[in-house]
């Protein structure tokens, strides 16, 4: 099983990045996929989540209406389109995968740097 994230990077305050993460070894389109973030020394945070087949999703309160979670099953990949990024966004994001209907994350990828500058 692998989840490789990538697309971090450094932009300045109100850019935007969009992280893609890809994934193998496992049935793509019978987990939910979710992406977190953790700053160093603060506790992993939830950042969105969407279902299998990408009906449905999730965000954080604080990145509702800046963040898009999406995927596409035929390339086992899922995105986190980030607008309007302040520097409070600035963490490690990692993507994550869940089997259908659970809440508990089973497979983590590697984690890409996201740094926004005032």
């Known amino acids: 099983v692998q989840l490789q994230a990538f697309g971090g990077g450094l932009v300045q305050a109100g850019g935007s990045l969009r992280l893609s993460c890809t994934a193998s070894?496992?049935?793509?389109?019978?987990?939910?996929m979710g992406w977190f973030r953790q700053v160093p020394g603060k506790e992993r945070e939830f950042v969105a989540t969407?279902?299998?087949?990408?009906?449905?999703?999730q965000y954080t309160e604080s990145v509702k209406g800046r963040f898009t979670i999406s995927r596409d099953n035929d390339k086992n990949t899922v995105f986190l389109q980030m607008n309007g990024l302040k520097p409070e966004d600035t963490a490690v994001y990692y993507c994550?995968?869940?089997?259908?209907?659970?809440?508990?994350?089973?497979?983590w990828g590697q984690g890409t740097e996201v740094t926004v500058s005032s």
């Open positions: 070894g496992f049935t793509f389109s019978m987990y939910g």
């Open positions: 969407i279902s299998d087949g990408g009906r449905a999703t």
């Open positions: 994550a995968a869940r089997p259908r209907s659970t809440v508990s994350y089973d497979f």
